[in-house]
């Protein structure tokens, strides 16, 4: 996979580009990385490529041209197949990003990232050059770059050989659609806290039928609305059954 990234702020990339598995996978040509700022493509010496907008009121817009041009120019070092690249936008306008996002993603060779900062940029940019819009939440922050490095850092757990393991991303919260379970590891006590029996017991199917229950709990918890929509296996609903009725005892007691 070949990411490019639009952005005035080059350097904050190395975070993602530099470290962790994300940049031991670049180190080792798994993925690639490319910075454009579009101050190059700005038509005066300065550099400017922001505006005032028409109509008045407060901050400035990123011009149309620069950021055109900056597309244009990353579109020409795309690798494989043109069919199979996207031109983001990092907006809080945008689609939410989901899992089911994530991994769609992940099975492109190219992605452009276009990182806006100030008002945001000029929509004639979003109507011609870009492909779709993403937000990472309900929130403002003050340029793409950090959504844009949360969306890089969530795609390349997919893409192969950047983890040691892909079952590691695949066993990930909302991967299946449920929350994940709690995870424990030495000591075995600590602070007068154990670690549940089953899970020292050796018997595998006891533990996977304890895991997918503390799933289903954490799920029902906190993010009921993930239940909602899924389609239960008939292990999942005699668990949540169980659930419930643990629930309903403990209420009534």
Not at 2 to 31: C, H, N
Not at 156 to 173: K, M, T
Not at 224 to 233: A, N, Y
Request: hydrophobic fraction near 40%; proline fraction near 5%; glycine fraction near 8%.
């Amino acid at each position: 996979m070949f990411i490019q990234a639009i952005t005035l702020f080059p350097e904050m990339f190395e975070s993602i580009t530099e470290y962790g598995v994300t940049g031991r996978a670049r180190k080792q040509d798994i993925w690639q990385f490319a910075a454009i700022n579009p101050r190059q493509f700005a038509d005066n010496k300065l550099g400017y490529i922001d505006d005032r907008p028409f109509g008045g009121g407060v901050g400035m817009v990123m011009m149309a041209e620069p950021l055109f041009c900056a597309i244009q120019a990353a579109k020409q070092q795309f690798s494989g197949s043109l069919k199979n690249s996207r031109v983001i936008y990092l907006s809080p306008q945008g689609q939410s990003l989901s899992h089911k996002k994530v991994l769609e993603l992940s099975q492109l060779d190219n992605l452009v990232l276009l990182c806006g900062r100030y008002e945001g940029v000029d929509e004639r940019v979003l109507q011609t050059a870009v492909d779709e819009e993403i937000s990472i939440g309900d929130f403002v922050v003050s340029g793409g770059e950090l959504p844009a490095m949360m969306l890089m850092d969530a795609v390349l757990r997919f893409v192969p050989n950047v983890l040691g393991e892909i079952a590691s991303a695949e066993q990930d919260s909302f991967a299946d659609g449920l929350l994940d379970y709690p995870h424990y590891t030495r000591p075995a006590e600590f602070q007068g806290m154990a670690v549940p029996d089953i899970l020292k017991s050796g018997n595998h199917a006891l533990i996977a039928e304890w895991r997918l229950e503390q799933s289903l709990r954490r799920t029902l918890t906190r993010r009921p609305d993930l239940l909602v929509s899924r389609e239960l296996l008939p292990q999942e609903t005699r668990l949540l059954d169980k659930i419930r009725q643990e629930s309903d005892e403990s209420s009534i007691s």
